[in-house]
């Protein structure tokens, strides 16, 4: 694809959403956080329906801790991989509050030495909480830069550093949140909805349905 198609796709999804951010509900970079380790193989509704009950009586590091591993698997096991998630989240305090005065660090190899934070975990922290020109690619970004030719990689790292690269400046900043939300609901995996897609003709998928 060619940098002016690029640039017109970019242009087009910020005009329909100026503002675009994470669905995840959060209200502090630790809630942030948490939820974002949560949410790995499990949607954002899922995830909203267990914080939204868990940020009411544990929020931070420390009243994580004294919530307790135990009370936390039972108050996360509707989400998928809760055991494992729920000492990674146990793990990550203690952590957070030896090494780093209790605060989530803006550092990104400091973020993915916490336990259940990888690369995309950080890239969605630097990029949410803090404004990093991050793309923390998913499902949905692998899927919509590859079929539509946006930023054809093999894996992840391939369609992360394609798109860092090819990306004008300007759109840098929310590209990963614009490109996910049209893969969410517009540039779905079994159907996309090419009817109603915006890029439609800038698209270079061979298999559109329109």
Not at 2 to 20: C, D, G, S, W
Not at 30 to 46: H, K
Not at 128 to 134: L, N, R, V
Not at 167 to 190: D, E, S
């Amino acid at each position: 694809m060619n940098r002016n198609n690029r640039t017109l796709i970019f242009k087009r999804l910020a005009e329909q959403n100026p503002n675009p951010t994470t669905e995840l509900i959060y209200e502090s970079t630790f809630e942030l956080l948490i939820a974002v380790i949560l949410s790995a193989q499990a949607t954002d509704t899922s995830v909203n329906k267990v914080t939204r009950r868990l940020f009411k009586i544990a929020n931070t590091p420390d009243s994580i801790l004294k919530l307790g591993l135990n009370s936390l698997t039972e108050k996360i096991k509707s989400i998928g991989l809760y055991r494992n998630k729920a000492k990674n989240v146990i793990s990550t305090c203690h952590l957070l509050i030896a090494e780093y005065h209790g605060e989530v660090p803006r550092d990104r190899l400091a973020l993915q030495s916490l336990p259940g934070v990888g690369r995309k975990t950080a890239n969605v922290v630097l990029n949410t909480a803090f404004g990093d020109p991050t793309i923390a690619v998913d499902t949905h970004i692998f899927r919509v830069s590859n079929r539509t030719k946006l930023a054809r990689g093999k894996n992840v790292d391939e369609v992360e550093q394609r798109l860092l690269k090819n990306t004008p400046k300007q759109f840098l900043r929310n590209a990963h949140h614009w490109i996910l939300l049209h893969g969410r609901y517009v540039c779905k995996a079994r159907k996309p909805d090419c009817e109603s897609c915006i890029i439609l003709d800038l698209c270079e998928y061979k298999g559109k349905l329109i």
